[in-house]
Every structure is written in C-alpha cells, then in structure tokens.
C-alpha cells in the first residue's frame, strides 16, 4: 500500500509541474539580444573616444608644425641680419626650409588619413543610430544628426571625386591649411636654390610661383586619391543600405 501511494503522489506531482514553453530557452538574436542596447551603446562612446583622438592629434600635430615654421622664419630673420643678406643666409635658409618643409609634408600626410578617420567614425555612429531606431522606431523624429546608413557617402572622405564643389569645402580643413603652407615652402626652397645658382632674380621667383602651384595640386590629389584608395567598404554598410 506504501509503495501505490508514492507511486500515486510522485504522479500528481509531476502532473502539476507546468511544462517550460520552448521559446523561453530559445536564444534571442540581433536587436532582440538584451544586451544589444548596451553592446551598441559601447560602441558608440568608443568612437566617439576615438574622435576626440583624432582631433587632438591633429591639432598637436599642426602646432608643432607651426611652431617650428615660425621658429625658422625668426631664424632666418636674425640670420639674415646677422650675415648683411650674404651668401651664407642662403645656405642656412636652404636647410632650415628643408627640414620645416619634410615636418610640414608628414603633417599634411597624417592629417589627410585623420580626416578619413573621422568621417569613418561618423558614418560607423551613422550604422549605431540606425540600430537604436531599429529597436525603437518612434525615436525617429528626435534624432538631429544622420541615422540612414549611406547618409555621409558623398562626403569627401569617402571616395568621392574632386570636383570644384568640393574642391571649395576642403579647403577650410585643417590640412589644406598645412597644404597651403607647405607649397609655400616649397616655393621658397625653390627660389632660394636658384638664388644659390646665381639664375637671376626674376627667374627666381618664376620657379618659386611656379613650384608653390604644383605642389598645390600635388597636395589635392594626394588626398583625392587616398579618399578613392580608402572608400570604407562593409558588408553591414551594404546591407543596411540595399
């Protein structure tokens, strides 16, 4: 009798035990994942991190450059007074531009890539957004800046041609600053050694106008053609944006 009576009881207890739906264990994926909100929003403050990088690079990169271009145009200036304009002024200016100029070249080279960078980290924030309405559509119309995916494919940092547009745009960036002083530079290194070749001082000048206005155009088409060699290419950016 003791033993139909457990048998009986371990019966019903397993009879009032309500079964686990299925879909409870089942693993949520995407945007569904809980945690996708919180991995999302790591995200979004380490490129903003890596923004605030970017930008104090960039402006550490071009005080130094202006400090030591200053430093050589005072150099120069007492240099100048120092020697009556001599010959030696001419030697002295020829390596001091030289050695401004390379700082201002690998300037000019390191903030075109930032500038890349940048506009990488903002298209990426673009995809982020983008998720946040997925998961909350609603929010929609409170959002100011660029939520679709290909919002910033025509900015110049993503591949885009150079066009006289454009062309107006660039040159209020900070790199275009460097870009400028740089085909000054090279302009005055080319006149100083033509005065060293005793060519005349208008002939001087010709070449140094002359050498300032191609490494200007030398300067633009370096950043065009990185823009076009690094066109950020992502399966998530394309497929967001089919």
């Known amino acids: 009798m003791d033993a139909n009576q457990t048998a009986r009881e ?10 686990t739906p299925p879909d409870q264990h089942r693993r949520r994926i995407g945007l569904d994942d809980p945690r996708a909100l919180d991995i999302l929003t790591t995200e ?3 490129l903003l991190s890596s923004r605030t990088l970017g930008y104090q690079e960039m402006f550490g990169r071009t005080t130094i450059f202006i400090a030591v271009l200053s430093g050589t145009v005072v150099a120069l200036a007492l240099l100048a007074q120092a020697t009556h304009f001599g010959y ?3 030697w002295f200016a020829l390596l001091l531009i030289a050695v401004a100029l390379f700082i201002g070249l690998a300037t000019f080279v390191r903030s075109v890539a ?31 800046t660029g939520h679709a995916p290909r919002d910033d494919q025509q900015a110049l940092a993503h591949g885009s041609r150079q066009r006289a547009p454009n062309l107006a745009m660039s040159l209020t960036t900070t790199s275009s600053v460097v870009a400028a002083l740089n085909s000054v530079l ?3 290194l080319a006149s100083d050694i033509g005065a060293l070749l005793g060519r005349g001082v208008t002939l ?5 106008a002359v050498v300032s206005l191609v ?3 030398l300067h633009v088409r370096y950043a065009s053609r990185f823009r076009q060699a690094h066109a950020p290419l992502s399966r998530a950016h394309d497929q967001l944006g089919s």
Do not use: C, Q
């Not at 001087?204 to 140094?208: A, F, I, M, W």
């Open 10 to 19: 371990s019966e019903g207890t397993s009879e009032k035990t309500p079964s």
């Open 204 to 208: 001087d000048v010709t070449v140094g």
């Open 186 to 188: 090279a302009g005055s």
């Open 215 to 217: 490494s200007a155009v």
């Open 44 to 46: 979004h403050w380490s």
């Open 114 to 144: 930032i500038n890349f960078e940048d506009a990488l980290w903002v298209t990426g924030m673009n995809l982020l957004r983008h998720g946040y309405l997925e998961m909350v559509p609603e929010l929609e119309p409170f959002f100011v």
């Open 88 to 90: 030696e002024t001419l």
